[in-house]
């Protein structure tokens, strides 16, 4: 589903809403500046798409900045380490993850699959990126090697793993 976006300060107990329509847990580039996905109001053929937007949340008269147009990206980590921005894409029942400089946006495929791989989130913890995909029906824990795009298991057995959050 959709969510609003918000800020909670925990000097004073409040909270502001940033911006509505917010798909996935958003990233933080820095203390000001998050980037998210929004799904996108229906084209002329009807399809809506998941596209990266980028807002300074210190700024009140700052709009969201469009990062990506018919995109199919969600779950963006950013890594500050390498400065750039990891994503989802989701086409015809594969995901793959993309990467882009944060400066200059250009996303590029990272993994190459074709064969039904689902993967839901990213995360990042200073070193390794990490997705919990499905692969052959399982839900198991990787990394994501930077040079061969392949998966690199971390956790499997019997059961389900999910969702490795270092942010």
Not at 121 to 134: C, R
Request: aromatic residues 14%; without cysteine.
């Amino acid at each position: 589903g959709q969510t609003n976006l918000y800020v909670y300060s925990f000097k004073d107990s409040t909270s502001k809403k940033i911006v509505g329509g917010v798909k996935m847990a958003p990233t933080w580039m820095n203390d000001s500046t998050i980037v998210y996905t929004h799904r996108s109001d229906p084209d002329l053929n009807g399809s809506k798409f998941f596209d990266l937007y980028r807002i300074n949340i210190n700024n009140e008269d700052a709009e969201p900045e469009q990062l990506t147009h018919s995109g199919r990206l969600y779950s963006p980590v950013y890594m500050p380490e390498t400065n750039q921005i990891a994503a989802i894409n989701m086409y015809d029942g594969t995901s793959n993850v993309f990467l882009t400089d944060a400066d200059s946006i250009d996303f590029k495929s990272l993994t190459q699959f074709t064969d039904g791989v689902y993967m839901p989130s990213l995360s990042w913890d200073g070193e390794k990126l990490y997705t919990d995909a499905i692969v052959h029906q399982a839900r198991d824990l990787y990394s994501i090697d930077f040079i061969t795009g392949e998966l690199i298991p971390e956790i499997t057995n019997g059961w389900d793993e999910r969702s490795f959050k270092f942010q």
